[in-house]
């Protein structure tokens, strides 16, 4: 199949495919007009790689799976490992969102939204040291 094909049946961009083959995480055939082929095994990839990417893995992870993932003899703590490891990142970032969240939510509640120009928001972005510009 070629790039469109393989491109829809995957889910991930033509572009998104062409950077993939460019890092080296697929090796698609080309035939003799040089266009990209896409066989079984590369769209199998693909979409490997399409579902770690939507869970948030790095190229990097993505690749680190992809060795696993082919290596016959790999150890599933490997495995486990890495992906133990990736959602503790993604726990760290919940809990930078929800004092995201936590902040941004009290900024609203000082702010009394009407025509004057005194904004608590803009003091508190501002920092201490700024809040008379």
Known sequence: MNIAQAAAASGLPAKTIRYYEEIGLVRPQ?????YRRFD???????????????????IEECRALLALYEDQGRASAE????????????????????EMESVLSRLIESCAGDARPDCPILGDLAGPACHKA
Not at 30 to 34: K, M
Not at 40 to 58: D, E, N, P, V
């Open 30 to 34: 080309r035939g003799d007009n040089g």
């Open 40 to 58: 079984g095994k590369s769209l199998h990839k693909l979409t490997f790689l399409a579902r770690a990417r939507s869970l948030g893995f790095s």
């Open 79 to 98: 495995v486990k490992a890495l992906t133990v490891a990736h959602l503790a990142q993604v726990r760290a970032k919940i809990a930078e969102l929800h």
